[in-house]
């Protein structure tokens, strides 16, 4: 592991998950942080997933190699994996370089494919290098804004404990908890902000706090949360009684409290959310406890954002950017979660395999942009008409794969030959030109026509081949097939 980079150490099994959750969500092969060896002459696989890889080198020179070109021009890089490791196999190696916030370069993420990688993944692969450079970069600081602040010992843990979280849900229920306690109040809320569409929503809540705010969206100017976020600044409310006109937290929810504080986390001289804590008396509050939660949202603050941004990165991951459906990735997960509950459960799910008819005559009649259109438009009816529970995801080409938990035979057709019959009844505008599109499927259950749940797909796709030879547009049910 590199000493060049401070703080990595501390930080190394979280990068490293973190490192494997954005290989699998890219589908790459293997994932490697590099990062500046001491002599500053090479560069280092500091944290790699999976550990093995017996084709790939541990150490590279900086100048005159591929990847130290990534970290010397700042540029990013998508290329041949042999022009990139001479003995490797076929495939291909995107890389992003790290930088820490004062712009200083000090290693590369990439990413090892066995095949052609996705076109959004060298922008994916970017967002998540900044992220690492912010993550290495904020450990250093709070390392040594901390040595000022040792003898809030409450704090020192909160920070420790929350610093690394990369999700956002479970770091903003960590962050209410330590605020609880911190200022000793009786209740805690943790908000974030979007400064650009100048609107939050509260993410977690702890204690006595008013039920229903978690997920509530609110404005910059209807409570005293949304004022200290769009204004970027600290709210110390000594005395609430009487003031339920104006809520502390959403409009329409009166909190009760007789007094609180709410203190915006600031990154960049921007809010990017706010904690907010209440007492039950007025000025239930001391200044040390204002004072604590000051410092708890500065060093808090770039934690947040990592989290946001990592959330960002990991949806761009998942899904389809034509579609905006769940891509293949994403829905063999949920497919596997399906399976995985079938199994040990014993209820039924149904799958379908749905085709768009002839879609290579719209390509090659109208061109590329009208085939992503019908594309564009049958993902919008799918993701209107699905029940709620059931998922769908954008399979590969024009086809589109649909998981119905707990769902039998009859429900299954049913609910895919509602989608058939709204999909053909839909006309694509082309330049004009109305198109009419079909859609074919074919559906399976579990354990009504398949005994193994792990062949569902395959028998979805037998039915849909079966809708395909009985003149397409119309919803075709699997065969039944014994244990394989």
Request: net charge negative; hydrophobic share 45%.
């Amino acid at each position: 592991m590199s000493e060049s980079v401070p703080g990595l150490e501390r930080v190394a099994s979280e990068l490293r998950a973190w490192l494997e959750a954005l290989r699998l969500a890219l589908g790459a092969e293997r994932g490697c942080l590099w990062t500046l060896a001491d002599t500053a002459d090479r560069l280092q696989a500091a944290l790699c997933t999976p550990v093995e890889a017996a084709d790939s080198p541990d150490e590279v020179p900086l100048h005159g190699h591929a990847l130290g070109w990534v970290v010397v021009e700042g540029v990013s890089l998508r290329a041949a994996r042999r022009q990139v490791f001479r003995k490797a196999p076929d495939g291909w190696v995107v890389a992003a370089p790290v930088s820490e916030r004062r712009g200083e370069r000090v290693g590369c993420v990439a990413m090892e494919f066995d095949g052609v990688p996705r076109l959004d993944a060298p922008r994916a692969l970017e967002l998540a290098a900044e992220l690492a450079g912010r993550l290495l970069g904020d450990v250093r600081a709070t390392e040594a804004a901390l040595s000022d602040v040792k003898k809030y010992e409450e704090l020192y843990g909160a920070i420790h404990d929350l610093d690394r979280e990369l999700d956002l849900n479970e770091l903003a229920s960590g962050v209410c908890a330590r605020a609880r306690r911190v200022a000793g109040a009786r209740g805690a809320a943790v908000a974030a902000w979007d400064q650009t569409a100048k609107e939050g929503r509260i993410i977690a809540t702890e204690g006595e706090v008013p039920r229903g705010l978690a997920a509530v969206r609110l404005d910059g100017e209807s409570s005293f949360l949304g004022l200290a976020m769009s204004n970027a600044t600290v709210l110390p409310r000594d005395d609430l009684t009487g003031r339920e006109k104006f809520p502390l937290y959403v409009e329409g929810v009166a909190s009760h409290a007789g007094s609180a504080i709410i203190v915006p986390m600031i990154v960049d001289g921007d809010a990017i959310g706010a904690l907010a804590v209440e007492y039950q008396q007025p000025r239930g509050y001391a200044e040390r406890d204002l004072e604590r939660l000051k410092v708890l949202a500065l060093f808090v603050g770039p934690a947040f954002r990592n989290a946001v941004e990592f959330g960002e990165v990991k949806q761009l991951s998942l899904t389809d950017t034509l579609t905006g459906l769940p891509n293949r990735r994403s829905t063999e997960r949920i497919l596997a979660s399906t399976i995985a509950v079938a199994e040990r459960t014993g209820s039924p799910f149904a799958v379908a395999v749905a085709d768009v008819d002839h879609f290579k005559r719209v390509n090659d009649r109208y061109g590329h942009d009208a085939g992503d259109l019908v594309l564009q438009t049958v993902s919008r009816v799918i993701r209107e008409t699905i029940r709620p529970g059931d998922h769908a995801g954008r399979w590969g080409g024009e086809e589109f794969l649909i998981v119905l938990p707990s769902t039998a035979l009859e429900d299954a057709a049913r609910a895919i030959e509602r989608i058939r019959r709204k999909v053909e009844a839909v006309q694509v505008d082309w330049e004009g030109r109305p198109l009419t599109v079909t859609l074919s499927a074919g559906v399976t259950a579990y354990p009504e026509l398949i005994r193994n749940a792990a062949a569902a797909v395959a028998s979805a796709d037998a039915a849909l081949y079966k809708a395909k030879r009985a003149g397409r547009n119309t919803v075709a049910l699997a065969e039944m097939r014994g244990p394989v």
